[in-house]
């Protein structure tokens, strides 16, 4: 059997206070009050607010940037790592791509991240309008490059078509975790189901930039995370984050043990050797962190115009 990244001190770590590099920095200068002005203005929602990201100030207040989550603030599903509202969905706002574009032009965001909440209750599982926010985006702010990071459609081949006609510069859907730990975990959802909505993705967009995330604390073993990595990459997935898991409400999993710097860093390089194209892990990474200056570097690595800068 492989032995897994964890020392000896963190496996006592295991449902203690958490370390000291997850400690964030609050930060609510000018630039966070104005994302918030923002996004209360286009009546917009966040995943950094509704999922209790633990970077939404360096977000917000240093790179000002936001992940805006379309088709309302209820998920369809109830999945135990996530502090979304789980319900019955309010019907689809019809301007919510206007708004959403309109106030990506006027922030000047160079590389903006959609992602959206379960609508199993719509027949398509709201991938028009998150075909038609990614359209508006373009339209509206033709400098700006866009990443969705999308529900699993029920790996619908027509849905997912519909979302890589829209051309978003990078199409995203997290695996979340390890193959064992996924019914345990993920509401209505399988890791075949996310692998198989990656496959088609890479397949309906060749040329697109394919993305996922896990989160790692949940009980997982190094074998499982690099059979994962194997997985992703068999599927087309070429740029990877891995963060640390963090319980955000009591009646959510509990974290099973904290990740060093040390060994995310360990991760990272063997995801690249592995031959990730890029890989962001640390404690506080999550799936847009970073996002414009990772699609960047990666563009940089595969792009056909950047090639005579290597």
């Not at 033709?142 to 990078?170: G, K, N, Q, T, Y």
Request: proline share 4%; aromatic share 6%; hydrophobic share 35%.
């Amino acid at each position: 059997m492989q032995n897994d990244v964890r020392s000896d001190s963190q496996k006592q770590n295991r449902v203690g206070r958490k370390p000291e590099w997850l400690k964030v920095q609050l930060n609510t200068n000018n630039n966070y009050k104005y994302i918030k002005s923002m996004i209360r203005e286009g009546r917009l929602n966040t995943v950094c607010e509704e999922a209790r990201c633990p970077n939404i100030h360096e977000c917000w207040g240093e790179h000002r940037t936001a992940t805006f989550m379309i088709l309302g603030d209820v998920c369809t599903r109830r999945c135990r790592f996530c502090s979304v509202k789980t319900g019955l969905p309010r019907a689809v706002d019809a301007d919510e791509p206007r708004r959403l574009a309109a106030s990506v032009a006027h922030m000047d965001l160079r590389h903006a991240v959609i992602t959206m909440v379960n609508r199993d209750d719509l027949p398509d599982g709201g991938a028009e309008m998150l075909a038609r926010t990614v359209e508006a985006v373009h339209e509206t702010a033709l400098d700006c490059s866009v990443e969705v990071l999308a529900s699993d459609l029920m790996a619908d081949r027509d849905s997912i078509a519909r979302v890589a006609a829209a051309r978003p510069e990078v199409m995203s859907h997290n695996i979340e975790t390890v193959r064992r730990l996924t019914p345990q975990i993920r509401s209505r959802s399988t890791y075949e189901r996310s692998l198989e909505f990656l496959r088609l993705a890479k397949e309906l967009d060749p040329d697109g930039t394919t993305k996922s995330s896990m989160m790692l604390g949940l009980g997982e073993e190094e074998h499982e995370i690099l059979e994962a990595m194997d997985d992703l990459l068999a599927v087309g997935a070429t740029v990877l984050n891995l963060g640390q898991y963090l319980q955000p409400t009591r009646t959510n999993a509990p974290v099973q043990r904290y990740y060093t710097p040390k060994e995310f860093a360990r991760l990272r390089d063997l995801a690249l050797k592995k031959g990730f194209t890029h890989c962001e892990a640390g404690p506080l990474v999550r799936s847009s962190y970073h996002a414009g200056e990772q699609y960047e570097h990666y563009r940089r690595r595969v792009h056909p115009l950047y090639q005579d800068e290597r």
